[in-house]
């Protein structure tokens, strides 16, 4: 399966069958790559647009062998490479390390005030940002995280 976060500056081959074409849209911006020596290539000096894309992968018929989502992150050599779940986990981790401005804390208007989210509510949101972060980390990696359960009898 084509990895679910690509870091761009970075090269990515991905192994399809001879004639296959790669078609990826995120809705503002369209990339369209043939196999070439059986792979799909994003080259590291590539020039799309970051963002979440969907994407097929047509066969010499044009019939459709895979499909699914994947997010362009950022190149790091163009700046924040960090994508939106580590920016939140980030500002979560601000304010839990006191280090976060009064604005990301509280807004006041006139006499009333709101308070953003106690402590155990940014733990209870930092487990799940740090998991979807694995997440991420662990795409970019290769690494299936997923585990399988099975009985033999």
Do not use: W
């Not at 761009?8 to 991905?14: E, H, K, P, Q, S």
């Not at 804390?105 to 733990?123: A, C, P, W």
């Amino acid at each position: 399966m084509f990895n679910r976060v690509i870091q761009l500056g970075a090269r990515y081959r991905y192994g399809v069958p001879a004639g296959s074409l790669f078609v990826a849209n995120s809705g503002t911006a369209a990339i369209s790559i043939a196999e070439a020596d059986g792979y799909i290539t994003i080259a590291a000096n590539a020039n799309y647009n970051a963002g979440k894309y969907r994407y097929t992968i047509t066969d010499t018929d044009g019939d459709i062998i895979e499909g699914g989502n994947f997010q362009l992150l950022p190149s790091l050599a163009d700046g924040d490479g960090r994508t939106r779940n580590q920016i939140i986990l980030d500002a979560i981790d601000a304010v839990l390390e006191g280090r976060a401005s009064q604005n990301q804390l509280s807004v006041s208007v006139g006499d009333k005030s709101i308070r953003y989210l106690d402590h155990s509510e940014l733990l209870n949101l930092r487990s799940h940002y740090q998991e979807m972060v694995d997440d991420e980390m662990a795409a970019l990696q290769g690494i299936n995280r997923q585990s399988y359960v099975t009985r033999f009898v």
